[in-house]
């Protein structure tokens, strides 16, 4: 799929990567499943990251830290992850697609990729993840405003906070069990106020800022805050309208705020 590819690289350290990635033409290569999977006359040739070592998965005080280059099997199946936060992102993990996919899909080629839709996305955006960011101006940076930037840097590992006391849900429409999400929102709430967050609703996965304002003011309110949601404007796309995205969303923050309260709907 890659017709005028000529050249392969496989550096050692990140500095290395980000020389041959400055090149025109230059694409990384991590799992491979969205580069090799989609056509592009411009790409000459392919940086594989590798051999940079960035797939551990750490319990660090305070947090844990996931290697860009985790696999979503190695995340699914860490025992480390395993009960992590609700068990909430081994799950999101789980729904990433088949496992012939999240056998080699890397957890930094999808964050890099910001898809639309993501179910995994939803959960580290409201655990309050951040991306550390390799190469001469090493940073760290919220995942959301990672996925909203372009920062400089190579992306090599995701740091998630141990949310401590609450609990997440996380709920989701698609044409059949199997298929990607339509929508799908997911939701943590703890003793500072409730964090929630969507696909399906604009260019890639975001934050639902006017539904968290609403809870902040009238905690526990699920109308109020599923009301909140109807200021969103998802595009539309064969799959569903913008007025059906915007039902199913109000439909689904009413769902998770309830599964994480131990409610019904």
């Given amino acids: 799929m890659l ?3 000529s050249d ?3 550096p050692e350290t990140p500095e290395a990567a980000l020389d041959l990635l400055r090149q025109a033409g230059a694409a990384a290569l991590a799992g491979g499943t969205s580069l090799l ?5 411009d790409v000459r040739s392919v940086v594989d990251l590798q051999a940079l070592g960035w797939r551990a998965i750490q319990a660090q ?4 830290r996931l290697g860009s280059l985790v696999t979503l099997t190695d995340l699914e199946t860490s025992p480390v992850v395993m009960g992590a936060a ?13 496992n012939t996919h999240r056998n080699v ?3 930094g080629g999808l964050v890099a990729g910001r898809p639309a839709v993501s179910e995994l996305l939803a959960a580290l955006l409201v655990l309050g993840a951040q991306v550390e960011l390799a190469g001469p101006s090493a940073s760290v940076v919220p995942l959301e405003d990672y ?7 190579l992306l090599c590992a995701l740091l998630v906070p141990w949310p401590g006391a609450g609990s997440g849900a996380a709920e989701a429409i698609g044409r059949t069990p199997a298929d990607a999400p339509i929508v799908h929102v997911a939701a943590w709430v703890g003793p500072g106020g409730a964090r929630l967050a969507a696909g399906g609703v604009g260019r890639h996965v975001t934050r639902l800022a006017a539904v968290e304002t609403a809870l902040a003011l009238a905690p526990g309110d699920q109308a109020t805050a599923a009301a909140a949601a109807a200021v969103l404007e998802p595009p539309a796309d064969f799959r569903g309208s913008t007025e059906y ?3 199913m969303i109000s439909v689904l923050v009413r769902r998770v705020l309830a599964a994480a309260a131990g409610l019904e709907a």
């Fill in 3 to 5: 017709p005028n590819l």
């Fill in 8 to 10: 392969y690289h496989r």
């Fill in 37 to 41: 999977a989609t056509p592009d006359d």
């Fill in 61 to 64: 005080p305070g947090r844990l």
């Fill in 86 to 98: 609700g068990d909430l992102l081994r799950q999101a993990a789980r729904h990433a697609g088949p």
């Fill in 105 to 107: 899909a890397t957890l």
């Fill in 147 to 153: 996925l909203s930037q372009a920062p400089g840097g």
């Fill in 245 to 247: 995205r915007r039902a």
